[in-house]
């Protein structure tokens, strides 16, 4: 471990010295790359110091025990015992901060929901998504806005994009990806029986410029008029925006701005996140033919979790976390179900990195 660490002080002091040469920073996309790795081993190398730092100090306090009186003695002891605890946590924080890095941690993320099966329940669910994660979003000062919508006739969201700025989101909020069932009585229902329905949820890191260049030739674009709820016209002008990139397929749909660049600009913010995942899925699936797609086919039988009003519960199917305080998970309380998520990738990870 230590040996690993003196490698990467020495790549940490040969990258150091090479972010202030003229012709890395004329590189945008080099220079962006080299900040990320650079900030990467800031982390590792400073904690792999203190690691080295509280082994010296045990060493140094056990080589003066044979010399100390009794009581010098007890708080040698106090000491070392105190030491090699901070030493096991140390070398925890080290051995995961030298686990391969998830490409996309440090970026911000862009959000998408949508209203699967179960009609206008699950768009209204959708909006319920949308309303939790808001609220967690400001329970951890993160910055969030709002890029599209298709509001429902019931005031659901048929879809929703918006983006989330702020510390770790990506870490966070990507265990959000994929169909989230929900089990209640809906307010179309007369009979008070209850009902179950799915919603979908996307989570993309938000691509930059240097990650993915878009040819503008390779895109299609419409424009039609905005319209609400029920189909009644927001404005009467052409300002919505259909993006379509034609070798891909994919397409994106913009239609909260008033003015048709606006529209324009976020559709790109969203066709750039989706290429680059897309991009990102390719490049997995020819190291595992069995990954799932993060969506899959939003069915009530398939499922990351499920949100049960009448039992007030919320479980994560991944890692079998049941919790009883939905309530309070939809105002956007998710840390408990959040840091089980986290920890039992970090656990699988470091598992995998010992065999």
């Not at 329940?121 to 919508?149: C, I, P, V």
Request: proline share 2%; hydrophobic share 35%; charged share 35%.
């Amino acid at each position: 471990m230590l040996e690993r660490l003196t490698m990467l002080e020495d790549e940490h002091r040969e990258l150091e010295a090479r972010l202030g040469d003229p012709e890395l920073v004329a590189d945008n996309e080099r220079y962006v790359k080299a900040m990320r790795r650079y900030s990467e081993l800031s982390s590792v190398v400073g904690v792999g110091r203190k690691l080295q730092d509280r082994m010296d100090d045990v060493d140094v306090a056990k080589s003066l025990m044979s010399e100390a009186d009794a009581a010098e003695k007890e708080e040698l002891r106090a000491e070392v015992s105190s030491g090699e605890a901070e030493i096991v946590e140390l070398e925890q924080e080290f051995r995961l901060l030298l686990l391969p890095k998830d490409p996309n941690d440090g970026r911000d993320v862009i959000v998408e929901i949508r209203g699967a099966e179960g009609g206008e329940e699950a768009n209204l669910f959708a909006r319920d998504l949308y309303d939790m994660y808001q609220a967690y979003a400001d329970r951890l000062g993160w910055k969030t806005e709002t890029l599209g919508s298709h509001v429902s006739d019931l005031g659901g969201f048929s879809d929703v994009a918006f983006m989330v700025r702020g510390a770790d989101v990506w870490t966070r909020l990507k265990f959000e990806a994929g169909p989230h069932r929900v089990q209640r009585v809906p307010v179309t229902e007369s009979q008070g029986r209850v009902h179950t329905s799915s919603a979908t949820v996307s989570v993309l890191a938000e691509a930059e410029e240097v990650d993915l260049e878009i040819d503008p030739n390779d895109l299609k674009i419409d424009t039609y008029r905005s319209s609400g709820a029920g189909g009644q016209h927001v404005n009467t002008t052409d300002s919505a925006v259909r993006m379509t990139h034609m070798p891909t397929g994919v397409v994106v749909s913009m239609q909260d701005e008033k003015s048709q660049l606006q529209n324009r600009a976020r559709a790109l913010v969203v066709m750039r996140s989706r290429l680059l995942k897309l991009q990102q899925d390719e490049a997995a699936a020819e190291a595992s033919a069995t990954r799932r797609d993060q969506i899959g086919g939003g069915g009530r039988s398939e499922k990351i979790r499920t949100y049960n009003y009448k039992e007030n519960r919320v479980t994560d199917h991944r890692i079998g976390l049941t919790i009883y305080k939905l309530d309070r998970v939809l105002t956007g309380e998710l840390d408990d179900v959040s840091d089980a998520l986290v920890a039992d990738e970090r656990a699988r990870q470091l598992q995998d990195s010992d065999t």
